[in-house]
């Protein structure tokens, strides 16, 4: 319209068409692509990148008008904000759709009961999201009270798929890896599915794998899923590094006056320093000296053997108490609104954390990990997790070591601002801040 308004009559009339093919081209409209995360999102943007060359070559072939071409690469600019922001709005009313039980895939789980039961974990522990489990098709029916177990109908074995698709109106199957399935059994699987005008989906061995480091390679015939590398290195980490210590030199700066204050109130209201000094475990197993707010009686640490008996993870190394009796008016405060984290923006600053990364260690913790868990070292602790906007305290000590794995190995630019805008609600919600 402000291109019509402006005799810009060219740009109003070809940008539209031009978008909607470079939208087209990059499977933007696909109905599937709702709700893939930020795959949607990044299809809208290779779409858009493509509209500059489209412009370039309208520009050649037809209007040999420097102007217009300008002009077209101009209005590309707000075409792609408007279209995220659709996208985002599109989505948001998706979830809230699958958050009231409407317009989710009626889905039959088929495969070993041992595989389901890990599948169903993973689809219930992480929010909303389009498959619904009707039920369940068993490959060794005697494991069956586990399936119920978790309150899904067992409907037979899998001969019996055909019937239950039929009477359940199911739009979607899945597919588990199991020992009875050849490619014989999976291919006549899919041929059923197809025929009844369903989706086959097939789960991989390997979970909390993000889909931006799947790829399939086809080799001779053979679907191959190529796995990619988790992106470690110095390099491909210079970026995050720059961002961090940028984004706290402003955040330090504008919030040096309300940590003095915090600092003020902590020394007013118990005795002893303002700042909590700790030993944390960095990455690459490099010790530091984390900073905190005070939270507790300068005691504490003696006392914590008298407290061992409420330990709310007893089932891992994390020592947590609710209640506990050696926090501070304040500190209990500090906590529930992770305001006592702020002094970590120095360790930031300094290079020995990022804004987003695993739970930062103690010694004593890092001397028990296994090989596996070790892993959480590869990366600079953070300031703010998966664990934080997962639960934090109240995650068991295993749900805790997964996210810290999965973030470790699914590391990406765009993961790390999604867990900072959730950083946010999960500090007002205030779920396992004690």
């Not at 809208?44 to 209007?63: I, K, M, T």
């Not at 217009?68 to 985002?88: C, G, K, N, S, T």
């Not at 990364?357 to 990366?379: C, H, I």
Request: aromatic content about 6%; some cysteine; charged content about 20%.
């Amino acid at each position: 319209m402000i291109h019509a308004v402006y005799g810009r009559w060219a740009v109003a009339l070809v940008l539209p068409p031009m978008w909607i093919v470079a939208m087209l081209a990059h499977r933007s409209y696909d109905r599937s692509a709702l709700g893939l995360g930020t795959e949607e999102y990044l299809r809208v943007l290779r779409g858009a990148v493509a509209v500059p060359a489209l412009a370039a070559g309208v520009y050649w072939l037809f209007a040999h008008d420097s102007g217009l071409l300008h002009d077209m690469i101009m209005a590309a600019a707000p075409a792609v904000a408007i279209a995220l922001l659709l996208r985002y709005a599109l989505r948001r009313r998706l979830h809230r759709r699958w958050a009231r039980g409407r317009d989710r895939s009626t889905t039959l789980l088929v495969g070993p009961a041992r595989g389901i039961v890990e599948l169903v974990a993973v689809l219930r522990r992480g929010g909303v999201h389009e498959l619904h489990a009707a039920g369940v098709c068993l490959s060794d029916p005697q494991n069956a009270a586990a399936i119920r177990k978790l309150g899904l109908p067992v409907l037979g074995g899998v001969d019996t798929m055909t019937d239950v698709i039929r009477a359940l109106g199911i739009t979607t199957v899945v597919a588990l890896p199991a020992p009875e399935f050849d490619a014989s059994v999976l291919r006549r699987m899919s041929w059923t599915a197809a025929v009844q005008g369903v989706d086959f989906l097939l789960a991989p061995v390997l979970s909390d794998v993000s889909a931006s480091r799947l790829a399939v390679r086809p080799t001779n015939g053979a679907p191959l899923l190529r796995i990619q590398a988790p992106n470690l290195s110095r390099i491909s980490r210079l970026p995050k590094e720059l961002l961090d210590r940028a984004l706290a030199a402003v955040l330090l700066t504008a919030l040096a006056l309300p940590m003095l204050l915090i600092a003020l109130i902590v020394r007013l209201d118990s005795s002893g320093p303002a700042l909590f000094r700790q030993q944390r475990v960095g990455r690459y197993g490099d010790h530091f000296t984390m900073l905190k707010f005070r939270t507790m009686r300068r005691d504490s640490e003696a006392l914590r053997a008298d407290l061992a008996h409420l330990n709310q993870n007893s089932d891992g190394l994390l020592f947590k108490v609710k209640q506990d009796p050696r926090i501070t008016r304040v500190g209990s405060l500090l906590r529930r609104t992770s305001l006592d984290e702020l002094p970590q923006l120095i360790n930031v600053l300094g290079g020995r954390m990022s804004l987003v990364g695993p739970r930062p260690s103690l010694p004593e913790e890092v001397e028990e990990y296994t090989p596996e868990v070790k892993r959480r070292l590869l990366v600079k602790p953070g300031l703010t997790g998966l664990w934080q906007v997962s639960g934090r305290s109240d995650l068991a000590w295993d749900e805790a070591v997964r996210l810290d794995l999965a973030y470790v190995d699914n590391w990406s630019t765009s993961v790390d601002l999604a867990i900072l805008l959730r950083t946010g609600q999960a500090v007002v919600r205030g779920t396992g801040a004690y």
